[in-house]
């Protein structure tokens, strides 16, 4: 195709290094202001020839200066004109041999092609992509020849976070190396199916000895890439890796950065100079529905937003092609045209053609259209665009890396459904599953695959003998690059938890002290960071709030992770617990922003996988502020097969007191049970904290699974028991006996969780002092898992009809228990209403639905009707309906209990 052309340009300029030429423009008529200028213009010129660009930039700097000093105001320009950041005369030689890459990439092409195009033929509405692919090919091509590394000594290599819609050329490109055999490619999006299948898009979940990295949900890859770079950093400061030139690379859609999560962490980058980080931002212009800026340029936009936060910039938009155009044009309209027109035209110009572009292009100025009277229109619809320039990308890619001091950014402009004929730069393109079968003959001529016509249109996949020139050409670069990518390892992790003994301290009580479950765990915490195995590993994360945790000491023991180290002397300095930041500090305090601490816990929870550092993350923060907020991004940690604690602090609507609607969390829990790795655990007391915490990182770390855990913790200080004799695997399995009634009479069984425990153990104390009612209390510390469980046991007795029944945990646990059951918890009801099924009409829920209150403790629980005379009330009225309890004795206890029975529903108010 027009490749070829570009080929022999390449060649030309190649060993050309020419050099930046001085403007010389005269004009007769000029006035004298003008003709100053052209003076001053010349002298800056002569001192950029004679000196180099460094002497220019000086110049311009010191110019500011004066200007400054004048009183003369200067708009800050955050755009730069519309043209390649590099220019010619400043490019080095491409490195690779061009014609095998072209060859690999079309074959690349064309196997993502066929591979989405035969599955839809074959499962109509099974989807996948191929616009996005063909507009990133080359730039992800000339990464994987000659930038991305598999390997830094005994550690993996770069990173890279691909766009996730671009998956079929990267499964294809694995066909085409052997890693992925035909049968696998065959199954692209059947995953169901009797051989293993393709997941539609990067999840380590469903491919894990493949993919790193899920960014499929847009916006997530970003943010989550910038977070890596700064863990990255803070592994090597700590002295956990070793330091490596490794590059984390993220490929972003132009229309993802509309995600407020893309470009929300740019000032880290910049802050932290994380000059091991680099963006690539696909500028295709279209976006799924059409255009991204149709009446604007998202590259300047980009270029501004990225320039503005710090980053480096090189914007990739020409092609080689166009390096002629602009020698020859003198009169500098060819740039006036490129800066006149919008998105929205350009476009236009790569879907209608070369006469079109001749026309609306080119024929605005008579000069431009001389430009290009040599040229065929198929020679101007072939003018390329710097993403698909593997010269341009490759200069663009060789300054990011070399790049020091901060991220780099490449703004690529491309062409979204490239080379896909009548595809190509339409609204529609991002939704083609299947091509013509005429543009599929018509591609295999244009790249000159030795495909035959008839299988061609039946969309079959090609691959060249293993010893084809390509395929060793290919081979060999990546073997170069110390093997196949993308690839994800996991090595065993070689760690053993502490024992439950070395708990002693939580699980024999409080001795009567009052303390929260938070200040438990703060101490739980500070003893792990002292622990000479897994003390190095913790990463405690807080998004601020650290002091509303009680994390002052913890600060002052293992410091704040501070890249540059302490620059200040804290004003705090001669406190006992000052603020202290250290090059080295344990602490990751990322300020008031829970998803970069999520993507922080993210990296951290997959540390094991990305830097074989099993690092075991604690993220705490305001409960409310967790799943509603950044719930994709936990989803993804999920899906990435990450590990750790997420640590609720300030939980449950009645127990966080004051603050009100927006910050009292009643119904997290809810919200974590649909994350399937997800263990999510409301403790009421710290020795069932410290049981899950052990259990937890024994599961995760010693055995390996990849689960995480979601434990809530509350503020109410209150004296916490000793654990009971046996009761660990009650903890873990959700529910336990806590207190039984006298003499095995109990009537009626009490459920309590986190806080609400108490006012349960309270009521269990009235209604036997006042009522006479003998009742069981049970501490429940997971519902989820209860439930979860029951279902397991459920499904099999189901599918094993003629087996014995097995029976469910919660339904053991009860078999003894007499009476209905009085759930109370400071979580919405339907938490405890998910063991309905197996309680059938014995359960009572009583929770906190209904939006949250600012006021104290007692006020609170009377209001959501948890606090101990509701649970009494509720259980003399089930008692009641039951015919165990006198009605009108129970309609009299609610007046003595100070329940008001007419007032309306908290649920709704
Ligand atoms: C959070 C989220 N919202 C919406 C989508 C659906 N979606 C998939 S691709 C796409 C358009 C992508 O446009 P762009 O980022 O410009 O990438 P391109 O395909 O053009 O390279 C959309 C809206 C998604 N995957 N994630
Ligand atoms: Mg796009």
């Not at 400043?90 to 690779?96: I, R, T």
Request: net charge negative; with cysteine; hydrophobic share 35%.
């Amino acid at each position: 195709m027009d490749d070829e052309e570009t080929e022999a340009r390449d060649r030309v300029s190649a060993g050309s290094n020419q050099k930046f030429m001085a403007t010389k423009v005269s004009n007769p008529v000029e006035s004298d202001f003008a003709q100053q200028l052209r003076e001053w213009i010349e002298a800056f010129d002569d001192v950029v020839v004679a000196e180099g660009p460094e002497q220019g930039a000086e110049l311009l700097t010191a110019l500011k200066q004066r200007a400054r000093e004048a009183g003369i105001s200067q708009p800050s320009q955050l755009t730069t004109p519309y043209v390649n950041t590099i220019p010619k005369h400043e490019e080095v030689p491409y490195p690779g041999d061009r014609k095998l890459e072209r060859r690999i990439e079309a074959l690349i092409r064309w196997n993502a092609m066929a591979m989405v195009h035969g599955q839809n033929k074959k499962d109509h509405g099974i989807g996948g992509h191929i616009a996005t692919y063909s507009s990133l090919a080359t730039l992800l091509e000339v990464g994987f020849n000659h930038f991305f590394h598999a390997k830094y000594g005994d550690q993996p290599g770069d990173f890279v976070y691909f766009q996730g819609h671009a998956s079929p050329g990267i499964y294809a490109r694995a066909f085409l190396l052997g890693r992925l055999d035909e049968q696998r490619i065959l199954n692209f999006r059947h995953e169901l199916r009797d051989t293993p299948g393709l997941s539609s898009y990067p999840h380590p979940w469903l491919m894990p000895d493949f993919w790193r990295f899920p960014t499929v949900s847009m916006g997530i890859g970003p943010l989550n890439a910038v977070y890596q770079a700064r863990f990255m950093r803070y592994l090597e400061h700590r002295g956990l890796i070793e330091k490596t030139p490794r590059k984390i690379w993220a490929f972003v859609g132009d229309g993802e950065t509309d995600e407020v999560d893309t470009l929300g962490a740019l000032s880290l980058g910049r802050r932290e100079k994380l000059d091991n980080l680099i963006f690539v931002v696909n500028c295709n212009l279209q976006r799924l529905d059409g255009p991204v800026r149709g009446n604007g340029r998202i590259i300047d936009e980009l270029e501004a937003v990225f320039l503005g936060a710090g980053w480096n910039v090189i914007k990739v938009i020409w092609g080689s092609d166009w390096d002629e155009l602009f020698e020859r044009d003198h009169t500098g309209l060819l740039l006036k045209r490129m800066e006149e027109c919008v998105d929205g035209e350009y476009q236009a110009f790569k879907a209608k053609g070369g006469a079109y572009i001749r026309k609306e292009f080119f024929g605005k100025y008579p000069e431009l259209l001389k430009l290009v009277e040599h040229m065929t229109d198929d020679e101007i619809f072939h003018l390329h665009r710097g993403g698909h320039d593997a010269r341009k990308i490759y200069n663009a890619y060789k300054r990011a890396v070399e790049h020091k001091g901060g991220p780099t950014v490449i703004l690529a402009k491309t062409v979204k459904g490239y080379g896909l004929g009548s595809t190509q730069a339409r609204n529609a393109s991002h939704q083609e599953k299947k091509v013509a079968d005429d543009a599929l003959v018509d591609f295999i001529r244009r790249y000159e695959l030795p495909i035959p016509e008839a299988d061609a249109r039946a969309g079959k996949l090609y691959q060249p003998a293993q010893d084809a020139p390509e395929m060793v050409y290919m081979q060999a670069r990546r073997e170069g690059l110390g093997g196949y990518m993308p690839r994800r390892d996991v090595p065993k992790i070689d760690l053993i938890a502490p024992k439950l003994e070395t708990f002693a301290e939580w699980t024999g009580g409080s001795k009567g002290r009052a303390v929260s479950t938070t200040m438990g765990f703060v101490s739980m915490l500070r003893t792990f960071m002292k622990d000479p195995k897994i003390g190095k590993l913790i990463v405690p994360i807080v998004p601020d709030e650290g002091r509303t945790f009680g994390l002052e000491s913890a600060i002052k023991q293992v410091g704040i992770y501070a890249s540059e180290g302490q620059k200040y002397k804290p004003h705090d300095v001669d406190m006992l617990l000052s603020y202290r930041e250290e090059k080295d500090g344990q602490i990751l305090e990322e300020g008031i922003t829970e998803a970069g601490a999520m993507a922080s816990f993210t990296a951290a929870g997959t540390g094991y996988s990305n830097y074989f550092v099993p690092t075991i993350p604690f993220y705490m923060y305001y409960s409310m502020f967790g799943f509603q907020r950044v719930g994709d991004m936990m989803w993804a940690f999920a899906d990435a097969r990450g590990k750790g604690f997420l640590m609720a602090g300030t939980a449950g609507r009645t127990t966080m007191t004051g603050e009100g609607l927006q910050h009292q969390d009643g119904h997290s829990h809810l919200l974590m049970s649909v994350i399937p790795t997800c263990l999510s655990y409301d403790p009421a007391y710290v020795y069932e904290m410290a049981v899950i915490l052990q259990d937890g990182m024994k599961r995760m770390y010693e055995k390996g699974e990849d689960v995480f855990y979601y434990i809530t913790m509350y503020n109410e200080d209150y004296a916490m028991p000793e654990m009971p004799k046996g009761a660990e695997e009650g903890i873990l399995r959700g529910i336990y006996q806590l207190k039984a009634g006298a003499n095995g009479k109990a009537v009626a069984q009490l459920f309590g969780s986190g806080p609400i425990l108490n006012e349960v153990l309270r009521a269990q104390q009235i209604l036997v002092e006042k009522y006479g009612v003998e009742t069981d209390v049970w501490s429940v510390t997971s519902y989820n898992e209860l439930r979860r469980e029951a279902l397991g046991v459920e499904r099999w007795n189901r599918l094993h009809p003629t087996e014995p029944e097995k029976t469910p945990y919660i339904v053991s646990a009860l078999s003894k228990a007499r009476g209905p059951v009085i759930a109370a918890t400071d979580y919405m009801k339907a938490i405890p209403d998910q063991l309905s099924p197996w309680l059938t009409s014995r359960l009572v829920s009583l929770g906190t639905d209904g939006f949250g209150r600012s006021d104290n403790r007692e006020q609170l629980r009377r209001h959501f009707e948890v606090n101990a005379e509701s649970v009494v009330a509720a259980t003399l009225s089930k008692l009641a309906r039951d015919g165990k309890f006198d009605a009108k004795k129970a309609q009299k206890a609610m007046a003595e209990l100070g329940v008001d029975t007419e007032r309306g529903d908290p649920a709704h108010m």
